[in-house]
């Protein structure tokens, strides 16, 4: 059984950092792309980060370029999202998710695994 656990959500004023970590426990898939989503009230869980197996690609969403770094380390089990210069528009529930698929996924259809959900909060 494969879990996932996130931490690390809060309520912060815009401007500021927070980061997100996810540890995955379980079985694993021995190649496991990771992904970070959210969802905020009224709206459809939405692709936030993605990074491949290895670690070398990552991709994002436009949203959050240039702001927020996804990154993971194997020997924990665990992928992380550093997220600077927050806005009050990323206020959302935060999903890590794992596929079977090696290579970077943007589609939550994608993903065989999800977190529970870690709440950030920004406020103006």
């Known amino acids: 059984q494969v879990q996932l656990v996130e931490s690390g959500g809060g309520w912060v004023q815009a401007g500021d950092s927070l980061r997100l970590s996810c540890a995955l426990s379980?079985?694993?898939?021995?190649?496991?792309?990771m992904g970070w989503f959210c969802q905020a009230p009224g709206k459809e869980r939405e692709f936030v980060a993605t990074?491949?197996?290895?670690?070398?690609?990552?991709t994002y969403a436009d949203s959050v370029k240039g702001r927020f770094t996804i990154s993971r380390d194997n020997a924990k089990n665990t992928v992380y999202l550093q997220m600077n210069s927050l806005k009050v528009e990323d206020t959302a529930a935060y999903y890590c998710?794992?596929?079977?698929?090696?290579?970077?996924?943007?589609?939550?259809?994608?993903?065989?695994?999800w977190g529970q959900g870690t709440q950030v909060t920004v406020s103006s």
């Open positions: 379980g079985r694993t898939f021995s190649r496991t792309s």
């Open positions: 990074i491949s197996w290895g670690g070398s690609i990552t």
């Open positions: 998710a794992a596929s079977a698929l090696a290579s970077t996924q943007t589609n939550s259809r994608n993903y065989n695994y």
